[in-house]
Nanobody, 127 residues
Framework: QGQLEESGGGSVQPGGSLRLSCLASADAYRSYCMGWFRQGPGKELEPVAQIGGDGYAYYASAVKGRFTISKDNAKKLLLLQMDSLEPEDTATYYC?????????????????????RGQGTQVTVSS
């Protein structure tokens, strides 16, 4: 199925930025749909951003305009640039891939598929 490993989490003040990286194995990177999910304290897992093999990106309403998902094909990296961070963005962020989906569109709050997941990286936004 493949493996995914996240990095880049940390603590930042409100308004700050972080860049998350996800190193994918060759098998995982072949997945057409890849994405980032998060789970905040006491909350359910939710999608943050998803991207298809065509490069088209989808975002959750809460992060649209602040976060950018992208891929580095040469390095097999999935990236998430997070700007204008808010305390509500505090969560464990997971990189994920799905080798069967061809429609990578995102529905707020709804997790479907993406059975290949990393261990997660913690992001804390606090003053």
């Amino acid at each position: 199925q493949g493996q995914l490993e996240e990095s880049g989490g940390g603590s930042v003040q409100p308004g700050g930025s972080l860049r998350l990286s996800c190193l994918a194995s060759a098998d995982a990177y072949r997945s057409y749909c890849m994405g980032w999910f998060r789970q905040g304290p006491g909350k359910e897992l939710e999608p943050v951003a998803q991207i298809g093999g065509d490069g088209y990106a989808y975002y959750a309403s809460a992060v649209k305009g602040r976060f950018t998902i992208s891929k580095d094909n040469a390095k097999k990296l999935l990236l998430l640039q997070m700007d204008s961070l808010e305390p509500e963005d505090t969560a464990t962020y997971y990189c994920a891939a799905d080798s069967t989906l061809i429609d990578c569109s995102l529905v707020d709050g709804y997790v479907f598929g993406f059975d290949i997941r990393g261990q997660g990286t913690q992001v804390t936004v606090s003053s």
